[in-house]
């Protein structure tokens, strides 16, 4: 089945750092990419669509030039905390979509767990 | 806006069964049904798309009211492996093409003691 890579698992990183985080789609190809956020026993909130060759549509609230999405090829998406702090500290988490009117399915990648001392 | 999920925690005994609803007040296109394990990624169970469909895997079926715009999981026999959260997602009717934008509900804590 489509499988998407997500790298690294985990960061821990010191406040004012920028941290960058991978996701590809490894046996197909994905012009869209999802990434969201879940903070500890919560749901998981979407924060951008990323579109290849186009720039990433941003959720209501979250700060484009704080979590920058490039989608360069169709099949990676980075998510770059930049300046990371604190209330940054999170699981974060890609997916993309397989398939199409009838069959479509969301695979997720396995999840970044970023804690910003 | 966030579907809403109830129960929001389930405590069952292996073979018990168990719901799980999921109700958005918007029109839905989709409605996308995951288990997360602690620490792990949510894995997809199944994708209901036309209003009334039903779908299985293994021993989990749910099903999708469109007018209702309300889905609800349905776990029979249940196993210790069914053990985790369970989360709907939903995805609006937009007349767009934002396929796979998922809101997701708050989750539904399921634990299966032996």
């Known amino acids: 089945g489509a499988v998407v890579s997500q790298h690294p698992s985990r960061v821990i990183c010191k406040s004012g750092t920028s941290v960058k985080i991978e996701c590809r789609s490894l046996d197909f190809q994905a012009t869209t990419m999802f990434w969201y956020r879940q903070f500890p026993k919560q749901s998981l909130m979407l924060m951008a669509t990323?579109?290849?060759?186009?720039?990433?549509?941003?959720e209501q609230g979250v700060e484009k030039d704080k979590f920058l999405i490039n989608h360069a090829s169709l099949t990676l998406s980075t998510l770059t905390v930049t300046s990371a702090h604190p209330e940054d500290s999170s699981f974060y988490i890609c997916?993309?979509?397989?398939?199409?009117?009838?069959?479509?399915?969301?695979?997720f990648g396995s999840g970044t767990q970023l804690s910003v001392l | 806006q966030q579907p809403v999920q109830s129960p929001q925690a389930v405590i069952l005994r292996e073979g018990e069964d168990a719901v799980i609803n999921c109700s958005s007040s918007?029109?839905?296109?989709?409605v996308h049904w995951y288990r997360q394990k602690h620490g792990e990624a949510p894995v997809f169970l199944m994708i209901l798309l036309k209003g009334g469909e039903q779908k299985c895997h293994e021993k989990i079926s749910a099903s999708f009211n469109e007018k209702k715009q309300q889905s609800s999981l349905y776990l029979t026999a249940s196993q210790l492996s069914y053990s985790g959260t369970y989360f709907c997602?939903?995805?609006?009717?937009?007349?767009?093409?934002?396929?796979?934008?998922?809101?997701f509900g708050q989750g539904t804590i399921l634990t299966v003691h032996p």
């Open positions: 997602g939903t995805e609006k009717v937009t007349g767009g093409t934002s396929y796979g934008k998922l809101t």
């Open positions: 918007k029109a839905l296109y989709s």
């Open positions: 997916s993309a979509r397989v398939g199409g009117w009838t069959n479509e399915k969301l695979f």
């Open positions: 990323s579109n290849e060759g186009s720039k990433a549509t941003y």
